[in-house]
């Protein structure tokens, strides 16, 4: 034992560092260890055997336990691991110390039984001593220490040894116990192994956490992080691949690379006579050369085989009874010897034999199974395990252990030997260390009636740790009374977000590759609504002694699992499963018990899951939101000390340090997630914007669009391609380059222009042009192109020193057959969607909302209680937060079916810097929106007080609260940034307040929604004379409906347009020909449905092409501009006279003095009574003429915003690229004005 895990009464290790000694016939060096123990660790147990007669049973605090073969004196022993260079040949030991002390008394040592089944109840006869051994004088065991097989731990060498620090007389009873030992053991100089790993920090913990001498192994060269080099690797189908995904992610975002492999790859790329052997030469290939040390089998035994293995006890080895044919997914885990897919070397029908198979007991990575079969298994277990790190309960959850168990073959006293074991257990191995919240369940515990219903209720009241003692079958654990606890009861627990760690001595419950299906522990770990996230028990027999309180095998392992948990600190899962096999291998070196389990103990779990003891403490960091991609930053946590992982998804950039850690510039754009985490700790989630900030901004391109296809003639062989100046953060002047290729990744262009190296084509300058004008350029090919071929562009900025990022990719098609411009997306990027958005898929041309929630399952999100009546008949494709908040809020409003929540000051109970708030924790994953409504009323406007939103520390909403019946009506917040599981919530925030007055603010309609977006659209050629004419969708199979919102940019932000808000389907599409000719626009589209799947199909946005010659004749010939009032205040009606009939305008543009456009108002009112402006609202129509007869004069409203100035302001009509009077503007659209030009028709005098 080291004593570094005791406390200082307890039993204690001195370790005697290493010395070099020489012999005459070769050069040796030794190492020299010395134990030793004090008396008051040792106690003595009385008990009895069936026929009545007192043993004795002999115990030592720590890592002891009581083993012998069945026969002789069951007396305490430990391993003794000895850590020694990797080349090192053992020579001898020597004993240089031995102070051996008597225990007064005499005593009767019970006698060592053959273990048996845990379920087994046949006939059992007791074993007595040996002959030989009953009447003995000499001391038993003869020698103190006996040496093992040596052990080889992925490159850390151990001699083992087994120690025995008690003997026995038997003819006398006398007891005597080693005090103190001290041994040098002398090796020399050998070949080293031939198989190497990388280092491994996992596995040098590993080998120190076993070592008696942890101090003399040496820390490895700690490699740098790299995405390149997997950590963790999960093997798994195809069809589950993308189901184990989101865990991947995770585990990458922690701090340990995570690569998925599939089985259908390994069959094609790996050697092996058969899968098995083929995914071992797979694991050991990534161990091997990127260092992995977590294995996941991502599957049951229909996705990854099972490697089974012989094994026999006390002799017995029944043919044809599948109880004895052991699945042993150690296999894959031992990568050492000079075949290692052959456990089988004498060929016999026996493998896994003890001597002469090549098995290797040592495991050189960390290895657990998912019992899962279908991607809906997958989910509920990679959620679950996220869950249990990410979003664990902050109290009565990881502290609570449940411990049962059922008699197993007889009473010891007046308790159940399940219950006295148990006892033994907690009490030597548990609550030295630890101090838990512990429920008895036993069948012997006064009171209680252990039925499968009671059983389950306790369950589903959450657990951190279960530990359970019974008999087992496949899919069964047996109850005190009534039937047995079955996997359709393990299928329906609802423990949900406490679902905690299993270990059992049962017998078959884990028997994940039998036609059972679920088996207990498949039940346990598939079930999305509760049972456990990790299970450790046998998948055949357990094995144990009768009638006796002494731990047989299975409890044996089960005391080191929660030993190694407790005092080593070991909080792995899988390290833990696979330490705690390790301190018995050397009881496995024969056909035993001890063999039997190191096969059939199969931990089912994420082996890289760390299990949690205490109750989690939150991890807080500080760190810059933004940065310059060429400058490191710096992480600090509270508290310090933790480990910190960043990383930019996508990227070669991935670190990790200890907190307070400088991290190094990332040299690319992009968000740096940042996430710290610690043993028993909530991780900390961040995130950094990483940005060139002295490069130009990224470039938007204007035209032609996407799938565009560009006609008209020959002239189209030579297209022109259009885009916006972008700004620089240096205000540098801008040169361009134009890339073109034949296919989306560009890995082999076509060509490349550059205006720096006046490349022909470009125009819109002189080059260098000034940044940020956003006005638009191009560059017209200077060759023709093929006609009928698809060609990709983008375009990027030069600003002297560096390149900005290159645009986005858009492509066209060169077809000269065309007459007219129309354009439709038909690709698949047609919205900008995210991919980890559930419950939408894209396909071709449309798209298609699918798997809705119904009522009970609101994206996740639980619906409780009160409100869902109101939802029945309009579901939302949102997941309206209805009473799922978990503080109790008044519902005294309800708005349009949806509940609100009130919030008041109360007369004046709160004051300055007060605030109430609801909260709770969604998962934000699947949203990008949050929907909300504000209501308010009150006494007092002067009042401070605001309306906020909070996702976890980021204030994202904050609106000041005034006495209006509706105040903000219609909020929608951008929450794409958010993944994972947050907490929202809700603030009413008083600033300041007036005595006695009050005021009530609701929170109304509250959803958290997915909205989709298409990309920007604007004309395929802005200097053509053209105008916006229709938007049309087709909606097919659409149970519930789709509504399509116009957006233009306002002041550089998407604004929705009036008008053209929540547009329903219409089979002749929507009018927006009265849109400005410079807007741009994007549609933004939200699902509303009664539980079906809308499909959007073939949807489009076109516009009309109007050649000047043709046009000519169309525009007005005789027009008027005139405004009243005239000086005017706060708006002014603008009115065309003669603009009546023919194409409308354009747009309405005003200008200041200096010639700066400050408005443009769309068009004005259309004779069929539809309108659109920017700062505008529509005049009612003046009309003149018979009846039937268009009307002459449009009307506009202009009202300036609030920052513009008193003063004279300059209005002018446009139609495509002309002006009021017919001529040609000769400004490129960019809207600057020649105020002593034609066109300048109107002035108007403005006066705050």
């Not at 958005?837 to 798997?851: K, P």
Request: glycine residues 8%.
């Amino acid at each position: 034992m080291n004593g570094s895990f005791v406390s200082p009464n307890r039993l204690f290790l001195t370790i005697i560092v290493l010395f070099a000694v020489s012999f005459a016939s070769a050069q040796t060096s030794s190492l020299s260890f010395t134990i030793a123990i004090s008396q008051d660790e040792i106690s003595v147990t009385e008990t009895f055997s069936p026929d009545g007669r007192q043993w004795h049973i002999v115990n030592i605090a720590g890592d002891f336990s009581q083993s012998g073969e069945p026969g002789t004196p069951l007396l305490p022993q430990r391993t003794v691991f000895l850590a020694v260079p990797s080349s090192a040949e053992f020579v001898e030991v020597r004993e240089r110390t031995l102070r051996e002390i008597p225990l007064a008394g005499s005593y009767n040592i019970h006698p060592a039984q053959a273990e048996r089944p845990v379920s087994s109840n046949d006939e059992w006869e007791f074993t007595e001593m040996d002959a030989g051994l009953a009447n003995s004088p000499y001391p038993y065991p003869a020698a103190v220490l006996d040496r093992c097989e040596d052990g080889l731990l992925r490159g850390y060498k151990f001699f083992v040894f087994r120690y025995n620090p008690v003997r026995y007389t038997p003819a006398t009873g006398a007891l005597r116990y080693i005090a103190e030992a001290k041994y040098e053991v002398i090796y020399r100089k050998g070949e080293p192994p031939e198989t190497t790993f990388p280092p491994s920090e996992v596995f040098f913990e590993m080998a120190r956490s076993i070592a008696i001498n942890p101090t003399d192994i040496l820390r490895p060269r700690r490699r740098p992080a790299s995405i390149s080099h997997p950590r963790y690797i999960i093997i798994t189908s195809s069809a589950l691949e993308e189901s184990f995904r989101p865990l991947a992610r995770w585990k990458t975002r922690k701090g340990v690379p995570t690569e998925i492999v599939t089985v259908e790859h390994i069959q094609a790329s790996y050697p092996g006579i058969d899968l098995q052997a083929k995914i071992k030469n797979c694991i050991y290939y990534y161990a091997a050369n990127y260092g992995a040390e977590f294995v996941l089998l991502g599957g049951d035994e229909t996705v990854i085989p099972v490697y089974y293995c012989f094994c026999e006890v006390n002799g017995e080895d029944p043919p044809n009874d599948p109880n004895w044919t052991l699945p042993a997914d150690m296999y894959y885990a031992g990568l050492m010897g000079a075949d290692i897919t052959n456990w089988n070397a004498n060929g016999n029908s026996e493998p896994c034999e003890p001597h002469g198979d090549g098995v290797d007991l040592y495991p050189d990575v960390i290895l657990a199974r998912a019992g899962v079969r279908t991607p809906a298994h997958v989910s509920a277990f990679v959620e679950k395990s996220i869950r249990y790190e990410v979003n664990p309960p902050l109290s009565g959850f990881a502290k609570e252990f449940i411990v049962s168990g059922v008699e197993l073959w007889s009473y010891l006293g007046d308790v159940s030997d399940a219950e006295a074991k148990t006892e033994g257990m907690l009490s030597e191995f548990v609550l030295p260390y630890w101090s838990p919240n512990i429920t008895r369940l036993y069948d012997s515990s006064p009171g209680i009636d252990l039925t499968p219903a009671l059983f389950k209720g306790y369950l589903d009241m959450g657990f951190g740790h279960l530990h359970m003692a019974t008999h087992g079958g496949f899919t069964s654990w047996s109850m005190e009374t009534g039937s047995s606890y079955r996997s359709e009861d393990a299928s329906s627990q609802t423990n949900f977000s406490k679902q905690g760690i299993i270990a059992t001595i049962a017998c078959n419950s884990n028997g994940f590759d039998t036609e059972s299906d679920p088996c207990l522990s498949e039940a346990l770990i598939r079930n999305p609504n509760g049972g456990a996230t990790a299970f450790f028990g046998s998948s055949r027999y357990g094995w144990g002694w009768r009638d006796t309180p002494a731990h047989g095998s299975s409890f044996r392992f089960n005391d080191e699992f929660y030993r190694k948990l407790l005092s080593s600190g070991v909080h792995g899962f899988g390290r833990l499963a696979t330490e705690t096999k390790i301190t018995k291998v050397s009881e496995s070196m024969t056909l035993n018990s001890m063999r039997w389990l190191q096969f059939t103990l199969n931990p089912l779990g994420d082996p890289e899951l760390e299990i949690r003891t205490e109750d989690p403490f939150v991890i807080t960091a500080t760190h810059e939101s933004h940065i310059d991609m060429g400058s490191g930053f710096t992480v600090e946590t509270s508290p310090s000390g933790l480990s910190v992982c960043v990383w930019i998804e996508g990227e070669s950039y991935y670190h990790t340090g200890t907190s307070p850690f400088v991290f190094p510039a990332p040299g690319v754009e992009g968000t740096i997630f940042v996430t710290a985490t610690a043993t028993n700790a909530v991780p900390y989630l961040g995130n950094i914007v990483s940005e060139n900030l002295y490069a130009p901004r990224e470039i938007t391109l204007v035209a032609p669009f996407d799938d565009a296809a560009i006609g008209r003639g020959a002239s189209s062989l030579r297209p022109t391609l259009l885009w916006e100046v972008p700004h620089d953060p240096n205000d540098d002047d801008l040169h361009f380059r134009v890339q073109w290729s034949d296919s989306p990744n560009f890995d082999l262009p076509l060509g490349t222009l550059e205006s720096r190296h006046s490349d022909p084509g470009f125009w819109g300058g002189p080059f260098p042009v000034e940044s940020g004008t956003f006005d638009t350029l191009g560059l017209t090919f200077p060759h023709e192109l093929v006609h009928g071929n698809t060609y990709w562009w983008r375009v990027s900025a030069w600003d002297g020193t560096n390149y900005g990022n290159w645009s986005e990719v858009r492509c066209f098609t060169v077809d000269t057959t065309l007459n007219t411009i129309m354009w439709s997306q038909r690709v698949e990027e047609q919205f900008m969607k995210s991919p980890s958005r559930a419950g939408v898929s894209f396909h071709g041309d449309a798209i298609t909302a699918i798997q809705f929630p119904t009522e009970d399952d609101q994206f996740g999100v639980p619906v409780i209680d009160a409100g869902l009546e109101t939802m029945t008949n309009w579901l939302h494709y949102e997941s309206r937060i209805a009473g799922s908040f978990d503080q109790g809020q008044s519902t005294e409003r309800v708005y349009q079916g949806a509940y609100s929540y009130k919030f008041s000051t109360g007369g004046g109970t709160l004051f300055g810097g007060d605030y109430q708030q609801i909260s709770q924790v969604f998962d934000f994953t699947q949203y990008n929106a949050l929907f909300f409504a504000i209501y308010a009323d009150g006494s007092n406007d002067n009042d401070r007080i605001w309306a906020r939103v909070f996702i976890d520390d980021d204030n994202v909403f904050e609106h000041q609260i005034v006495s209006t019946p509706l105040d903000a009506p219609s909020i929608m917040l951008d929450i794409s940034e958010y993944d994972g599981e947050r907490e929202l919530a809700l603030q009413y925030y008083v600033r300041a307040f007036s005595i006695g007055a009050r005021k009530d603010c609701y929170y109304d309609d509250i959803r958290l929604g997915w909205t989709v977006f298409s990309s920007p659209i604007r004309f395929a050629n802005a200097l053509e004379a053209m105008s916006w004419h229709r938007v049309w969708w087709n909606e097919s199979g659409t149970a519930g409906d789709f509504r399509l919102t116009v957006q233009r940019v306002e002041d550089r932000t998407w604004t929705n347009i009036e008008g053209l808000t929540d547009l329903q389907y219409s089979p002749y599409g929507h009018d927006i020909s009265w849109l400005g000719h410079q807007d741009s626009i994007r549609l933004m589209g939200k699902f509303s449905f009664d539980g079906g799947a809308p499909v959007i199909n073939d949807w489009s946005v076109s516009w009309r092409y109007m050649a000047n010659v043709a046009e000519a004749s169309e525009l007005p010939q005789e027009l008027a501009i005139s405004a009243y009032p005239n000086p005017f205040n706060s708006a002014v009606t603008i009115a065309l006279d003669g603009a009546g009939a023919g194409p409308a305008p354009t747009s309405i543009e005003i200008f200041d003095v200096a010639g700066r456009r400050v408005a443009c108002l769309g068009s004005a009112r259309q004779p069929d009574g539809t309108v659109g402006a920017r700062h505008a609202s529509p005049a009612s129509n003046t009309t003149t003429g018979d009846a039937g007869v268009a009307p002459k004069t449009r009307e506009f409203i202009w009202q300036p915003d609030a920052s513009l100035p008193s003063g004279v302001y300059l209005v002018r009509a446009r139609w495509g690229s002309r002006s009021l009077n017919g001529a040609e503007t000769t400004d490129g659209g960019r809207g600057d004005l020649d105020p002593t030009g034609a066109g300048a028709t109107a002035r108007v005098v403005y006066l705050k």
